[in-house]
T-cell receptor, first 121, second 115 residues
Framework: DSGVTQTPKHLITATGQRVTLRCSPRSGDLSVYWYQQSLDQGLQFLIQYYNGEERAKGNILERFSAQQFPDLHSELNLSSLELGDSALYFC????????????????????FGPGTRLTVL | AQSVTQLDSHVSVSEGTPVLLRCNYSSSYSPSLFWYVQHPNKGLQLLLKYTSAATLVKGINGFEAEFKKSETSFHLTKPSAHMSDAAEYFCVVSDRQAAGNKLTFGGGTRVLVKP
């Protein structure tokens, strides 16, 4: 168990709908990352938040958005869903709190949650 | 830009024989490299990571990997495969962006272990 939790585990919805995926990072971690895993694209980085602020963006569609709240949990919002959005969405966290501020570094281990499987019908 | 190539999409080994999973990377900066494992219907678990200390890195469950800068490789090995090693393995590179920390994944290698 990585300490990262994601809800829901499974989500089935229809095209055109909007869904929200939720992630709670490991206790003390300031960074949250979102990844998409699909058969055709593999595992792709979507977006990173650090202590409530967006820090890095990857291949995230404009229909998708995310935020990190003051309690450090994060939500990924997917709207106007298409069949091709069906995938496994992972959240990861890293960056324990340190007295120096705990800026994320490339050596940080990212701990992954169990994922949310989204099926768009 | 960074990229990772896992040279084999599938590897089949017999239980008790060595495992070799090959990975080549491309990175503009001095990279950090990771191997993650994903068991069926599970999340990703870190096996080991290289962060510019020792080039031979030991991980969990008997796995190890060697960083070879001249060959831009980070191959994963295990001397003796166990049935529980059947999973998908991802080689990952991390470059520090100006304000973030993005992981780039290889395409994955699915390992089958035969009894």
């Amino acid at each position: 168990d990585s300490g990262v939790t994601q809800t829901p585990k499974h989500l089935i919805t229809a095209t055109g709908q909007r869904v929200t995926l939720r992630c709670s990072p490991r206790s003390g971690d300031l960074s949250v990352y979102w990844y998409q895993q699909s058969l055709d694209q593999g595992l792709q980085f979507l977006i990173q938040y650090y202590n409530g602020e967006e820090r890095a963006k990857g291949n995230i569609l404009e229909r998708f958005s995310a935020q990190q709240f003051p309690d450090l949990h994060s939500e990924l919002n997917l709207s106007s869903l298409e069949l091709g959005d069906s995938a496994l969405y992972f959240c990861a966290s890293s960056g324990e709190r340190t007295s120096g501020g705990g800026w994320p570094t490339s050596t940080d281990t990212q701990y992954f949650g169990p994922g949310t499987r989204l099926t768009v019908l | 830009a960074q990229s990772v190539t896992q040279l084999d999409s599938h590897v089949s080994v017999s239980e008790g024989t060595p495992v070799l999973l090959r990975c080549n990377y491309s990175s503009s900066y001095s990279p950090s490299l990771f191997w993650y494992v994903q068991h069926p219907n599970k999340g990703l678990q870190l096996l080991l990571k290289y962060t510019s200390a020792a080039t031979l890195v030991k991980g969990i469950n008997g796995f190890e990997a060697e960083f070879k800068k001249s060959e831009t490789s980070f191959h994963l090995t295990k001397p003796s495969a166990h049935m529980s090693d059947a999973a998908e393995y991802f080689c990952v590179v991390s470059d520090r962006q100006a304000a973030g920390n993005k992981l780039t994944f290889g395409g994955g290698t699915r390992v089958l272990v035969k009894p």
